[in-house]
């Protein structure tokens, strides 16, 4: 019990000390973390902490280029967009009814992984309405790998977030109450996918013009455990 007393204070501990903890550390690829209760609770602190983070800004762009640079995933810590060409999804009736346009209006889909330099840190599927665009944010989107957030950054938009959901519960169910718990015999296993967002992008005056579903990848923890208060 103990620990569940502690918890809180242990967590805030964890994300300041993670903050600032992977300096000198990039792409090559880190030593695997050992599957132990406090490394597995600096896990959830930094998940949080990325949620949290994505929750209070409206570009999810800019919050992973902080998180790239923060955690020196990749010099430069610059967001790019892979591109899928290959995938389309058609909107749905609800979408475009979030979007509020009526069945003739286009939508268009891009689906693209958001790299900071080796690392995919998310996959995301976006259906935008391009008629609430300009001629040049359709051209980049159409053309380049430029993330959605900073082709369109001049809208000055705003984000609503849906839904936002953790995909990997790092403590084990029933930690708290005395459940047998890893030592570090092994190294932490974590599932390609961790964590999971759904907004709607408006513009100043209230009109959407985007919906966003993003997934985050197990990629986000790409560096060395942070040392342990």
Known sequence: MRRSLHLSVFLLGLAVAASGATAGSRAA???????????????????????????SHDSATLTLDRWCADHHL????????????????????????????????????????????????????NWYVPSRLTPEMNRQLESSDIAFGRAVKALRFQRHTLSAKLLWEPLPQGWETGAQLPTAAAALQVPPQILQHQAFLTLPDGTPFSEVVETYTNEVLAFPVPPLP
């Open 74 to 125: 990749a010099s430069p810590a610059k967001i790019v967009a892979r591109l899928d060409r290959e995938t389309n999804k058609t909107p749905t009736a609800e979408q475009r009814q979030l979007l509020q346009v009526n069945a003739s209006e286009p939508i268009r889909y891009r689906r693209v992984k958001l790299a900071c330099g080796d690392h995919v840190l998310s996959e995301a599927d």
């Open 29 to 55: 690829g880190p030593a695997p973390w050992p599957d132990q209760f406090e490394t597995r609770l600096a896990a959830l602190a930094l998940l949080q902490s990325l949620n949290a983070d994505l929750l």
